[in-house]
């Protein structure tokens, strides 16, 4: 089973490799929630200690899930970051998945291999539900 360092050391590695650019103005903090069917992660500002929390479904703690499920959903709620969710203050985007947005800055940010990856997961994944 997964646990939250394995999290700490994925976002970690995501943020080095592919988000170097974007600063870390809050601590960011990152753990495994509940398990759920639909929802693969979150991002939300927590304001009694100013910290960032990103929650990843407790489902990808089981090993049967792979890695590249695991790094694409905390790129997207990078991403969240980086467009300037869920901090208070500015946002880039009012409506974060409008248009594509997330795919688009995964592909500028060179990791379209990780969207494909998921997109062809993500199909057996309903399937098989
Ligand atoms: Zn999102």
Redesign the pocket.
């Known amino acids: 089973m997964r646990d939250d360092t394995y999290l700490a050391n994925r976002l970690n590695c995501l943020w080095a490799k592919y988000f170097s650019d974007v600063p870390k103005k809050e601590d960011v903090k990152i753990h495994f929630g509940r398990k759920a069917l639909y929802r693969f992660?979150?991002?939300k500002f927590c304001f009694t200690d100013k910290t960032v929390r990103v929650t990843i479904n407790g489902r990808f703690q089981d090993k049967k899930y792979p890695r590249e499920i695991i790094d694409h959903t905390i790129a997207?709620?990078l991403?969240?970051y980086a467009q300037g969710f869920p901090t208070p203050g500015p946002a880039l985007h009012r409506y974060?998945?409008r248009g594509g947005v997330?795919d688009k800055e995964l592909e500028a940010r060179g990791l379209s291999r990780l969207t494909g990856f998921y997109k062809d997961w993500a199909k057996d994944y309903i399937k098989n539900l």
């Open positions: 992660g979150s991002i997207h709620e991403v969240h974060p998945h997330i």
